[in-house]
């Protein structure tokens, strides 16, 4: 799942992307609107994206949304040593529009992604540590992918497979898919 803001609206990408065994023929997104904190609501899928990655089946569990580029980002899930960026334009339409590869990472097990809320940074989490990415001015996410990141340390969790940035962008929060699940806090540096 990613959040993002458009149209000064709060809105939900869910991502059907997992595929362990790699041979899903396409891939789906459902964009919701963010229900109100506390409420007890039903949402509605306002869209669905049906797609492929350019180059065949992936594993995805990283998934993160850019709303002022309009841009899907994409992060593989390998057992290593390379996981693959991929990018797919937030208004895709048509059948099964093709995901992009625009570059590669130098881990292993990409779980999860977020984009700083002044879209400046972006961090991709594994199953140990984070990587962060720190974007100029007009960047592309290319050329952001293509730099060395910076190494943040992450706290043990067990099977911790979600990240995001706080509102004012300071801090990460991270959790577990297993119980015990946390809610950590980390400032960044």
């Known amino acids: ?3 993002f803001v458009l ?3 709060g809105w939900l990408l869910i991502a059907d992307t997992g595929d ?5 023929s396409s891939y789906q997104l ?4 963010e229900p109100a904190a506390g409420a007890s609501a039903t949402v509605s899928v306002t869209r669905t994206i049906n797609f492929v990655y350019e180059d065949g089946p992936h594993n995805c569990e990283a998934v993160a949304v850019d709303a002022r580029e ?3 980002l994409l992060v593989v899930k390998t057992s290593g040593p390379v996981c693959g960026v991929y990018e797919l334009p937030l208004d895709s339409r048509g059948e099964k529009p093709a ?6 990472l130098r881990l292993s097990s990409a779980v999860a992604m977020d984009i700083s809320p002044d879209g400046r940074d972006v961090v991709v989490l594994t199953y140990g540590d984070a990587l962060r990415y ?9 050329e952001v992918f293509s730099r060395e990141p910076q190494m943040l340390p992450m706290p043990y969790r067990r099977q911790g497979e979600s990240v995001c940035y706080t509102p004012d962008g300071k801090n990460l929060l991270l959790t577990s898919e297993k119980r015990p699940s946390p809610l950590l806090e980390m400032t960044l540096p």
């Open 1 to 3: 799942i990613a959040g």
């Open 7 to 9: 149209d000064q609206k």
């Open 20 to 24: 362990n065994e790699l041979n899903r």
């Open 30 to 33: 459902y964009i919701v609107e």
């Open 70 to 72: 309009k841009i899907i």
């Open 99 to 104: 995901a992009r590869r625009i570059g590669e």
């Open 134 to 142: 720190r974007r100029a001015e007009g960047e592309r996410w290319a």
